[in-house]
């Protein structure tokens, strides 16, 4: 545009100049035939050329630089608009060369990824990102430039989120790909509530089969109890048989209390809720549960929330802890350290958004950790699964899903804590007494 502005007033000039010397020399020598004479308004007509035109020449030039920088003026407008559209986009956006190098990144790539702007630009993408020296296995932005298409993948940054990537080529004059725009979403939240949707559909399902399959076990089961106590008082202990009929009546006793927790998992219509103090109930419950424990187990409690209620069944409560406290006593065949604490805690938007779980308000904290063998992470995944289990045929796979079910139905939320060799922590939230009144629609979640 500059070039052609000053084009455009250097042939106006010649223009207007050739005219003037063409027309006023003929004039001139026509009217003036003595030689002074006609020098001399030469010299006039000289300075009057270049008076008027470097007066047009002027006019021409302020005109054209006020066009000029009403333009930049405007070019700035536009950019600043486009720059603050760019910064409201929720996404994070990254402008990425062939080389694999940050070109530009908007605000909300700080705050999704933890990186400063000024830290990523000029700098390889798999450098600042993953702290790599090569190309990730997986790179969008190399699919994006060899296919010339948009590719969209889900990845796990190192934080732990789970973010959906889109790499879009952007194409030059040549119709070359000459850079990938990345748009980087987060998406840990949906995930995991995708997660929990599909947590609570199977236990859904399984709590329905469990409740048929325990109604008609029970249905086969009552006559051999029956029978078999029957035979074992008739016979006497020193009869041949009576072992193996007392060890057919043990076998179907410990078949009923199987019976019994399939009945827990699945029935919700006969429980009993009522504000419960916690600690109080944690006292009692640790002064039955001491016996049961090993020895080399130490028991270690915190207990804070004093006279904070939670609106609970009792029974259902106490089997949480008691399924937690065997799960921890298994953990730690060698012995180790139970820990069991709680705590007053203010959930706000930022625990939700980090979590991925949860609603705003005051809970009660219940922690149960062991210095145990702990859990990898596919294991981990899975716990809450009905009929997974990690201990073989001494397991049944149902005491961490019955934890799951019974904190849904209190609207609380659970999560676990775990690495190998190094223990568990399972963490509870129940919703305080006078918060879930006002929210007694609220779902349970993990």
């Known amino acids: 545009m500059i070039i052609k502005g000053i084009s455009g007033i250097v042939l106006i000039y010649l223009f207007i100049g050739s005219m003037w010397i063409l027309f006023s020399d003929a004039i001139l020598s026509y009217f003036i035939k003595d030689v002074s004479e006609l020098t001399k ?7 009057f050329y270049v008076s008027i035109t470097g007066l047009l020449l002027y006019f021409l030039i302020k005109g054209y630089t006020w066009k000029l920088i009403n333009s930049q003026r405007r070019i700035k407008e536009l950019y600043s608009e486009l720059n603050s559209f760019i910064q409201l986009i929720p996404d994070g956006i990254v402008i990425i060369s ?24 000029n700098m390889h993408c798999y450098e600042i990102f993953y702290k790599k020296n090569v190309i990730c296995e997986v790179c969008p932005v190399k699919k994006a430039f060899e296919n010339v298409c948009l590719v969209e993948e889900t990845i796990t940054y190192l934080s732990g989120s789970i973010f959906n990537i889109r790499a879009v080529p952007i194409f030059d004059e040549y119709h070359k ?6 748009l980087i979403r987060d998406v840990t939240k949906q995930k995991k509530t995708e997660e929990q949707l599909i947590q609570a559909q199977k236990i859904e399902a399984a709590a329905l089969l469990a409740n048929g399959i325990a109604h008609d076990f029970n249905n086969l089961l009552t006559p051999i109890l029956g029978f078999s106590g029957l035979v074992v008082s008739k016979l006497g202990a020193n009869h041949p048989l009576y072992p193996y ?28 809720f009522k504000p419960l103090y916690l600690d109080d109930l944690l006292k009692d419950f640790l002064e039955f549960i001491h016996p049961i424990l090993r020895k080399d187990i130490k028991i270690i409690t915190d207990l804070k929330v004093g006279t904070i209620q939670i609106f609970a069944d009792k029974n259902l409560i106490e089997q949480v802890i008691m399924n937690l406290v065997t799960n921890a006593k298994d953990a730690m065949p060698e012995g180790g350290i139970l820990k069991i604490s709680t705590s007053l805690i203010e959930i706000d938007e930022t625990f939700v958004n980090t979590h991925g779980y949860g609603k705003p308000g005051r809970y009660v904290l219940l922690s149960i950790s062991d210095t145990g063998h702990g859990m990898d992470e596919e294991v981990k995944q899975r716990i809450f699964e009905p009929f997974f289990t ?13 934890v799951y079910n019974i904190v849904q139905q209190h609207n609380g939320y659970i999560n676990v804590y775990s690495e190998l060799q190094k223990g568990t922590t399972f963490e509870i939230y129940f919703p305080v007494f006078e918060i879930l009144k006002e929210n007694s629609n609220a779902r349970g979640g993990i």
């Not at 909300?108 to 990186?115: G, R, Y």
């Not at 990690?390 to 019955?402: E, H, P």
């Open 245 to 272: 009929v007392e060890h057919i009546h043990s076998s179907a006793e410990k078949a009923k209390e199987l019976i019994k927790r399939l009945l827990s998992f699945s029935r919700k219509d006969t429980t009993e």
């Open 390 to 402: 990690t201990k073989g045929d001494k397991g049944t796979g149902l005491g961490l899903s019955v």
């Open 98 to 121: 062939q080389d694999f190098r940050i070109l530009w990144m908007n605000t909300v790539v700080e705050k999704l990824l933890d990186k400063k702007i000024h830290e990523g630009i």
């Open 41 to 47: 308004f030469q010299t006039y007509k000289g300075w």
């Open 177 to 182: 790909v000459s850079k990938v725009m990345v």
